[in-house]
C-alpha cells in the first residue's frame, strides 16, 4: 500500500493557524486507526459550535408561533442535540466515548434569516475534547427542526455548522475568526 504524503513528510505549504497537517486517525500505511489517548492527561475540555436553518418567513411564524402539528419545535430540537451529543461516539467512527459533564443547546429565532440559530456547547473531563460532540448536537439539532416543519417548508437551508471555540486538552484553546 502506498504509504499518505502526509506519513512521508510531503513538503507542503503554510497552513492558516488551527489547521494541522497531522492526520492522527491514520497509521504510517493509511489505514484507519482509532487513536490511543490512554497517555494523555486528564484535563477539563469544552467545544462550542453554531449552526443555522433557514425557511420562509411562514414557516417562521408558525415555529414562533408554536402552530406546527408535530408541536413545539424549540424544547424538540434542544431535546433531539443533547441525546445526539451523547452517541456521537455511535454515529462517528473513530470518535471516543466520553463521559459527557453537561450539554447545553439553544435555539434562537432570528427573524432577519428569517430562522433559527443553533449553539451547542459540551463539557466533560477527559483525555480527549468535544468538538465532535458540539458539532453533532448542533447538527441533529438542526436536523430536528427541519424534520418538524417539512410538511410546510421542503425548502429549508441547514448552513454554517462550525466549531466556534474548543478549550482544554494539550494543544491548547481554539477559538474561531467571526
Known sequence: MTEHPSAAGAAQPDLPAGVTRE?????????????????????????????????HQETFNLIRDNGLKKGDVIPVARLAGM?????????????HPLPLSGIDVLVTLDEALPG??????????????????????????????YDMAKAV?????ISDVVLREK????????????
Request: with cysteine; hydrophobic share 45%.
Open 23 to 55: 492526520l492522527s486517525h491514520l497509521d504510517r500505511a493509511g489505514n484507519f486507526q482509532m487513536v490511543d489517548v490512554g497517555d494523555k492527561p486528564i484535563s477539563v475540555r469544552s467545544a462550542v459550535a453554531t449552526g443555522v436553518i433557514r425557511m
Open 153 to 157: 417548508d421542503r425548502t429549508m437551508v
Open 116 to 145: 433559527c440559530r443553533v449553539e451547542g456547547l459540551v463539557r466533560t473531563t477527559a483525555q480527549t475534547g468535544v468538538e465532535m460532540e458540539a458539532l453533532t448536537a448542533v447538527s441533529v439539532a438542526l436536523l430536528a427542526i
Open 83 to 95: 441525546q445526539a451529543a451523547k452517541r456521537t461516539a455511535e454515529l462517528v467512527p473513530l470518535c
Open 167 to 178: 478549550r482544554g486538552g494539550t494543544k491548547g484553546d481554539f477559538i474561531s475568526s467571526p
